[in-house]
């Protein structure tokens, strides 16, 4: 369920929808080899782990005016300090990649973590090796 708030007649009232019971659709893309070549010949690596994760977001995404839509958040932790090096709202209907959201946060972080941690086994199943 979401809870929105409306202007309804010159006064903000509450109303609670239901979110579609849709699934982020997760794709097993495989890493971009020249860009993970080029990351490795640029960057070096930490000895930090990170906590990678995509769960439900609390907060609906959408334009001015119109229905939120249900979301997810791609979120990246650095273990040792807590320090959230990237997040990403996405919509529930957006085919979520797990390769391409990591590749991201290590070109903004400017680091190669020593290890990645998940808690949701689809998304360490998107990102193990083949």
């Not at 990678?52 to 995404?61: E, K, N, R, V, Y």
């Not at 390769?99 to 990102?127: G, N, Y």
């Amino acid at each position: 369920m979401l809870m929105l708030w409306s202007d309804r007649q010159g006064a903000w009232m509450p109303s609670i929808e239901p979110v579609p019971p849709e699934a982020v659709v997760f794709v097993a893309s495989m890493f971009d080899a020249e860009r993970v070549q080029a990351l490795r010949s640029r960057l070096a690596r930490s000895p930090t782990t990170w906590q990678l994760d995509l769960l439900p977001a609390p907060f609906g995404i959408g334009e001015a005016r119109q229905r939120l839509e249900a979301s997810w958040l791609g979120m990246v932790v650095e273990a040792g300090s807590g320090l959230a090096l990237n997040m990403e709202p996405f919509l529930v209907r957006k085919v979520a990649r797990p390769a391409e959201f990591l590749l991201d946060t290590v070109e903004q972080a400017h680091s190669i973590p020593s290890r990645i941690r998940t808690c949701r086994r689809d998304v360490a199943e998107r990102l193990a090796p083949p």
